[in-house]
């Protein structure tokens, strides 16, 4: 399998498979009021995932906790910086340190996000520090794919690319996110990260807005329309609605409506032959560990009957 960057051929069989095995895993975000804790109890869970950005230093004491944990766990590394949607490139120092990580790590997956952060501004290139969303429209698909493949080139293995909940939209795009994504990897052979809180969260906030009736349906129709051999890892986590908002802040467990929709999901993608994982996202207003554990095996129970079903 090939995907086009410019004349070059991208050979796909290069890439490290995003799974050992097929398999339906789940593992949790591992914060730092945990990280004790869980290198001294080692509670069950299939990985862990981190802030890649968080490890980018050639040393210190957050690294060596890290290599650590990955004696104990498979670690999933999900960055927020790389910006892949930005018409100015990826910056060339985050993706060196990034490849240093990886190699040194080894994770069982490496993600990020489609949204753009990096532009100029006055003649110099500058970092919004922030998840910015992008149209979705032939322009910034073609930004995004070479970004993507640039990536992946220099990791020599796929990358998984994350939905975004945004809170504004582009009169400019011309097709939805999940005909958006479905191209995507298509056109790259990057994996997809469904965050089915974000989808929920957009669904909300457009209902808010007047644009949308039943949220949890318009999702299911989401889900619907993405093709499942590219999903590869699915997150939920809780959201803060204030009124005129919905806030997608990692900050509660999950609520029900996601774990209606979360089902769902598994439905559509359980079956993926490269396996799939799911990831409970927690960062704000952090609870006790076993809060995050039993979220997790929460998730597990709702994954029960997809398992089932894939060994009849």
Known sequence: MTSERGDQPFDMDRLVPAMDSPSLTTGIGWR??????????????????VHSENFFAQGGAALAVLQQA????????????????????????????LAALVARIEPVRVSDH?????????????????????????????????????VQERLKRR????????????????????????????????????????????????????????????????????????????????????????????????CGAVWQIYSHALACFGGAPDGLATLVEWDTDIPALQVLLDEAAHARALQLPVGEKAMA
């Open 32 to 49: 730092h009021p945990h990280y004790a804790q869980m290198l001294e109890e080692r509670p069950t869970l299939d990985f862990l995932e």
């Open 114 to 150: 489609a949204s753009f952060a990096r532009g100029t501004w006055g003649g110099t290139t500058v970092h919004a520090a922030d998840l910015l969303p992008i149209a979705f429209h032939r322009h910034s698909l073609d930004v995004l794919c070479t970004n993507v493949q640039q």
């Open 159 to 254: 990358l998984h690319i994350e939905n975004l909940s945004a809170y504004v939209q582009f009169s400019s795009s011309d097709m939805s996110e999940a005909e958006f994504l479905a191209e995507l990897a298509s056109r790259t052979g990057c994996g997809l990260l469904v965050d089915v809180n974000n989808i929920y969260v957009n669904a909300l906030n457009e209902c808010i807005a007047g644009n949308m009736g039943d949220p949890v349906a318009a999702c299911r129709h989401w889900l619907d329309r993405i093709p499942p051999r590219a999903v590869s890892e699915l997150h939920v986590a809780g959201h803060r609605d204030c009124g005129d908002i919905v806030i997608d802040d990692h900050g509660s467990r999950v």
């Open 70 to 97: 990955r004696e104990a766990y498979p670690v999933s590394l999900h960055g927020v910086g790389l910006a892949l949607g930005s018409a100015a490139g990826v910056d060339p120092w985050h993706l060196e340190q």
